[in-house]
C-alpha cells in the first residue's frame, strides 16, 4: 500500500475496522520527498547530544505512523534513541536497567528476546509475580517534543486517545567508546 493511501485508510478509520500501523526505516527507499526532508532538517539538537555525550555515529532513522490504542510493548534497544514526537501523543513508560527481573524478558534467542513477556494491560501476577515491584518514569509526549531513552532502559509506549493518529521519528546511536 503506498502512503496517502495508507494516510487516507488512517483518517477515514472507524471501529471494526483493520488496526494499522507503519513502520518504516528512512533511507534512500522511501522516496525523494523524504530524504529531501531530512537533507533539510535542522540536525543541531541531535549531533549537540550525540557530542555532548560522546554518543558513536548515527546508525538510523525509523518512521512509526500509528493510530490511537497501538502499543509497542515494553522492551530495551542496544542503542541511545531520540525519539521525537511529531504528531499526536504518547505515553511511554521507561524503566533502568536494574528492573530487568521484574519485567521478565523472553529468553536468549527468542525473536522477541529484548521484550517483556508481561502484558502490561492484563499482567498475570501469579507467573510474574516480581512485576508488581517493578519502578519506572512515566510522561506523556506530544508533538514537537524529544523524549532520551538511553541503551537498556526497557520502555513501553502507548499512542493516546486524542482523536488523532501519531507520527514518531526515532533516531538511533551506537553507544560511547566509554561504555
Request: proline share 7%; aromatic share 14%; charged share 20%.
Amino acid at each position: 500500500m503506498k502512503l496517502p493511501e495508507f494516510i487516507k485508510r488512517l483518517k477515514e478509520w472507524k471501529k471494526g475496522d483493520d488496526r494499522l500501523y507503519l513502520q518504516q526505516g528512512l533511507n534512500n527507499t522511501v522516496g525523494t520527498a523524504i530524504v529531501h526532508d531530512f537533507l533539510n532538517f535542522d540536525w543541531n539538537f541531535c549531533t549537540s547530544k550525540q557530542s555532548k555525550h560522546n554518543w558513536g555515529p548515527l546508525t538510523s532513522n525509523l518512521l512509526l505512523i500509528g493510530m490511537e490504542g497501538n502499543v509497542t510493548p515494553c522492551h530495551y534497544d542496544e542503542q541511545q534513541n531520540l525519539f521525537a514526537q511529531v504528531r499526536g501523543f504518547k505515553r511511554c513508560i521507561l524503566f533502568p536497567p536494574d528492573q530487568f527481573e521484574c519485567l521478565y524478558p523472553h529468553p536468549v534467542h527468542h525473536p522477541h528476546d529484548r521484550q517483556s513477556m508481561v502484558d502490561f494491560d492484563r499482567p498475570d501476577n501469579v507467573t510474574f509475580p516480581k512485576f508488581r515491584e517493578a519502578r519506572g518514569f512515566e510522561t506523556v509526549i506530544g508533538p514537537g517534543e524529544v523524549l532520551y531513552i538511553p541503551m537498556y532502559w526497557w520502555h513501553h509506549i502507548e499512542s493516546l486517545m486524542r482523536g488523532t493518529y501519531t507520527v514518531t521519528v526515532n533516531f538511533w546511536y551506537k553507544a560511547s567508546s566509554i561504555l
